[in-house]
Every structure is written in structure tokens, then in C-alpha cells.
């Protein structure tokens, strides 16, 4: 499903784009996984855990663009 961006304003009264995911996006997308994993002792991975490859997650978002792109 493609996520059509939106504006929005967060808390602080910043402007704040949500939107789909793109390739570019891969690198901030892996530090984020390992944030995530790092704050909870509630989730099911931890930060060492995250073993994909910034061409791995780059291909994954293109994956996911391809199919949404044809709907």
C-alpha cells in the first residue's frame, strides 16, 4: 500500500512529513531498527541482532515500492 505523504505537526509545533519508505532512506532506517532494539527489553530482537546489509535493506524497500507501485 502506497502512503501518500502527509503533514503534520508534532508536539514542539514542528513540521513533520509521513510518508513511504524509499531505497535512500535504508541507512537511517538500519540506525533506527538498532535504537529501537536497544530501548525495550520487550521486543523480540536485540541491536546485535540486526545483521542486515545497507544493500539488503535498500533492496527490501525496493521490493516493497515494486509491489505497492501496482496496486
Do not use: C, H, W
Amino acid at each position: 500500500m502506497k502512503f501518500e505523504p502527509v503533514q503534520k505537526k508534532d508536539k514542539l509545533n514542528r513540521i513533520v512529513i509521513l510518508r513511504s519508505a524509499d531505497a535512500e532512506d535504508g541507512e537511517a532506517l538500519l540506525r533506527y531498527m538498532k535504537v529501537i532494539a536497544e530501548e525495550t527489553p520487550f521486543l523480540i530482537r536485540e541491536p546485535d541482532e540486526v545483521k542486515l546489509t545497507l544493500e539488503q535493506e535498500k533492496s527490501f524497500i525496493q521490493s516493497r515500492k515494486s509491489i505497492r507501485d501496482k496496486t
